[in-house]
Nanobody, 124 residues
Framework: QVQLVESGGGLVQAGGSLRLSCSAS????????MAWFLHAPGQEREFVAA????????KYADSVKGRFTISRDDAKNALHLQMNSLNPDDTAIYYC?????????????????WGQGTQVTVSS
């Protein structure tokens, strides 16, 4: 089993920054790949970014490329998402996820473990 707990969400003005963190526990072999998804009201869960075990492979949604950076610190069992140049369209609940397979996937159904989410609200 893997447990994931997000933190760092909040309210920020457009153009601002936030850094999300995810604290992970449980079998490390079950979280070869870790990722962030968002869920905006009335929409499906949407891929944001993913990173492999060693941190040398990443994948981003087109909408966040150049603005968001995903990173992981396995010594501290942590995953981070640095979000810059935020805009109101980024408003959503952000979820930390993990899966055992190391392939960089964008489909929510392929992820085995999910945190409870952290709310990010960007005001105009």
């Amino acid at each position: 089993q893997v447990q994931l707990v997000e933190s760092g969400g909040g309210l920020v003005q457009a153009g601002g920054s936030l850094r999300l963190s995810c604290s992970a526990s449980g079998r490390s072999s079950s979280r070869q790949l870790m990722a962030w998804f968002l869920h905006a009201p009335g929409q499906e869960r949407e891929f944001v970014a993913a990173v492999n075990w060693s941190g040398d492979r990443t994948k981003y949604a087109d909408s966040v490329k150049g603005r968001f950076t995903i990173s992981r610190d396995d010594a501290k069992n942590a995953l981070h998402l640095q979000m810059n140049s935020l805009n109101p369209d980024d408003t959503a609940i952000y979820y930390c996820t993990a899966r055992a397979n190391y392939n960089l996937e964008i489909w929510p159904r392929l992820y085995d473990y999910w945190g409870q989410g952290t709310q990010v609200t960007v005001s105009s």
